[in-house]
T-cell receptor, first 115, second 113 residues
Framework: AQSVTQLGSHVSVSEGALVLLRCNYSSSVPPYLFWYVQYPNQGLQLLLKYTSAATLVKGINGFEAEFKKSETSFHLTKPSAHMSDAAEYFCAVSGGLNQGGKLIFGQGTELSVKP | DTGVSQNPRHKITKRGQNVTFRCDPISEHNRLYWYRQTLGQGPEFLTYFQNEAQLEKSRLLSDRFSAERPKGSFSTLEIQRTEQGDSAMYLC???????????FGDGTRLSIL
């Protein structure tokens, strides 16, 4: 079975500081991995995806993530936090072709940005 | 691309009542997914369709829940005899194919009095 673990339910950084949100996955097949962001009372917006091409994936709003198979990790980073980055972030793994592509989500990490 | 649309945005109902939610996916997307999200948690998969065929249902989807996607276009999710535990955000997503990014609607927030 596939699963995702996000370390840290809440992360707080200062504006301009590095953002690092951690995600570890478990998968018996080569995974498809995604990061989504959710603002209050809204749906999820795709930040970036890993689909077995380049291990360093660049997404929207200056975010990027690195796939490390040996560590089963897919951590999300941004060099310099902005106030508008404050939101809930979810890492997800796709269930694979034989599972219809359903997403299995982590429990989320709430990012706070201090001025 | 007008995005995924969900209606209503909010639904407040009394315990025991039936409710129905609607999802309009992105027009060319043949896959449609329903998820449920409770406060402080990530979304949990409920069911998905490929065109009009419902291909998988989660064990979370009790007999009180039913979903349809007639003609492979919009989808409805109905909950019969609602219970307190049904209070959650119900999210719909669509995609072009398996393992392609899923695009989410803004969800329907259900509150059970």
């Amino acid at each position: 079975a596939q699963s995702v673990t996000q370390l840290g339910s809440h992360v707080s950084v200062s504006e301009g500081a590095l953002v690092l949100l951690r995600c570890n996955y478990s998968s018996s097949v080569p995974p498809y991995l995604f990061w989504y962001v959710q603002y209050p009372n809204q749906g999820l917006q795709l930040l970036l995806k890993y689909t077995s091409a380049a291990t360093l994936v660049k997404g929207i709003n200056g975010f990027e993530a690195e796939f490390k198979k040996s560590e089963t990790s897919f951590h999300l980073t941004k060099p310099s936090a902005h106030m508008s980055d404050a939101a809930e972030y979810f890492c997800a793994v796709s269930g694979g072709l034989n599972q219809g592509g359903k997403l299995i989500f982590g429990q989320g990490t709430e990012l706070s940005v201090k001025p | 691309d007008t995005g995924v649309s969900q209606n209503p945005r909010h639904k407040i109902t009394k315990r025991g009542q039936n409710v129905t939610f609607r999802c309009d996916p992105i027009s060319e997307h043949n896959r449609l997914y329903w998820y449920r999200q409770t406060l402080g948690q990530g979304p949990e998969f409920l069911t998905y369709f490929q065109n009009e065929a419902q291909l998988e249902k989660s064990r979370l989807l009790s007999d009180r829940f039913s979903a349809e996607r007639p003609k492979g276009s919009f989808s409805t999710l109905e909950i019969q005899r609602t219970e307190q535990g049904d209070s959650a955000m119900y999210l719909c997503a669509s995609s072009l194919a398996t393992n392609q990014p899923q695009h989410f609607g803004d969800g329907t927030r259900l509150s059970i009095l």
